[in-house]
């Protein structure tokens, strides 16, 4: 087991990467706290757990006082904290005509201050434990689509905190911090945009070699095994990284040919 006996905080775990982040946690041997704002999920999620080695907060991360809650209840629950995986987000859609100061406020306060008071609140169980923190952004983090504007700029900020707090963190507490930029995941909640889009459930099955040279996206699951060695001691003294994970190099692409107007998502 490659996590045995870690406590890794989760957030935005009751659905999609975070969920998948969970299982595999679980599966590696670490306990875990599950957050997110879907408590019928969650709930589910936590049932399908072993006794014991899962516990579950529903709570607004955008409240006063949600990240010193969350990591109260990893220490009162396991007694200490070795990870935490910055994943929730707010994926909005919006552009320089429909993004207004209200609007950009709160995608940066939950998408990069958030994981910035989480880690700050983290900070003194992490340095205990020589634990890490893995931020969950977005390939959109490098310039995004003209249609996601607040949510590109807040994973290019959190991006650079990655960077910034990976040096820092590392050399003065013992702290690691790393950045997983995932590309286009096959969500639940990507499926849900879709369909309010008026597309199929199957839309994912037939999508442009544009979008997706292998003829599929990316699966939650192959998100959380790849951050299951950001998490674990095998990564050793790795920090201050960011990781694309996409089909394709996001940076520097040839100029597609494909017309299609599929809409991409996180």
């Known amino acids: 087991m490659r996590l045995k006996n870690k406590v890794i905080l989760i957030t935005g775990s009751t659905t999609g990467i975070g969920k ?46 949600t ?9 009162s629950s396991f007694g200490k904290l070795d990870a935490i995986v ?21 995608v940066l306060e939950v998408n990069t201050l958030t994981p910035f008071a989480l880690i700050k609140a983290g900070l003194p169980y992490l340095h205990q434990t020589g634990g890490c923190v893995l931020n969950i952004g977005s390939v959109n ?20 905190l990655t960077r910034n707090l990976g040096d820092s963190l590392h050399r003065e507490y013992g702290v690691r911090v790393n950045q997983i ?4 995941v096959l969500t639940e909640n990507e499926t849900q945009r879709k369909r309010d889009h008026g597309l199929p459930d199957d839309w994912y099955k ?28 095998e990564s050793g003294p790795v920090s201050g990284q960011v990781v694309d994970l996409e089909q394709h190099p996001f940076i520097g692409r040839n100029p597609p040919k494909d017309n299609s107007t599929v809409g991409r998502g996180k």
Not at 220 to 229: D, F, L, N, T
């Open 141 to 160: 983090a490098y310039s995004g689509e003209p249609n996601l504007l607040a949510y590109s700029v807040s994973k290019g900020a959190l991006m650079t």
């Open 206 to 233: 037939d999508l442009p070699k544009v979008y997706a040279p292998s003829g599929r996206i990316l699966f939650p699951a192959e998100i959380a095994a790849a951050a299951i060695y950001l998490l674990g001691d």
């Open 20 to 65: 998948a982040i969970a299982i595999r946690c679980v599966e590696e041997g670490a306990n875990v706290i599950l957050h997110g704002l879907e408590a019928d999920w969650g709930l589910q999620l936590l049932a399908s757990l072993p006794p014991d080695r899962a516990v579950l907060h529903i709570e607004d991360l955008a409240y006063e006082g």
């Open 86 to 106: 910055n994943n929730a987000a707010k994926v909005i859609s919006s552009d320089i005509e429909t993004t207004d100061l209200q609007l950009f406020r709160q």
């Open 181 to 184: 930029n995932p590309g286009w």
């Open 67 to 75: 990240s010193e809650r969350l990591v109260s209840l990893a220490i």
